[in-house]
């Protein structure tokens, strides 16, 4: 949710945390129905692999997009590349 209140619009704040709450709600809900369904069509060990995929895709895709949208504070060492950068060194 802080995410989410951090890249809603001011002006439909409450709509886009709904629409925000719904999609978590979501895959809260149809997670464990996913890997219950292959599991019963595959080994265990295929669900447990199915969920570790599906969790290195998530966190791909929010590595990809949170520092778009929640930027990160600039750090030291980030300045003293980009000054060195600037002055030819």
């Known amino acids: 949710m802080t995410l989410g209140a951090d890249v809603a619009p001011p002006a439909t704040r409450a709509e886009f945390l709904a629409a925000w709450r719904l999609m978590h709600d979501s895959g809260m809900f149809l997670g464990p129905l996913a890997v219950g369904a292959v599991a019963a069509a595959a080994p265990l060990g295929y669900a447990a692999a199915t969920v570790g995929a599906v969790s290195g895709l998530g966190a791909a895709v929010m590595h990809r997009f949170i520092p778009r ?21």
Not at 69 to 89: C, F, T
């Open 69 to 89: 949208y929640s930027p990160w504070p600039r750090h030291a060492r980030a300045e003293s590349n980009e000054n060195a950068a600037q002055k030819g060194l």
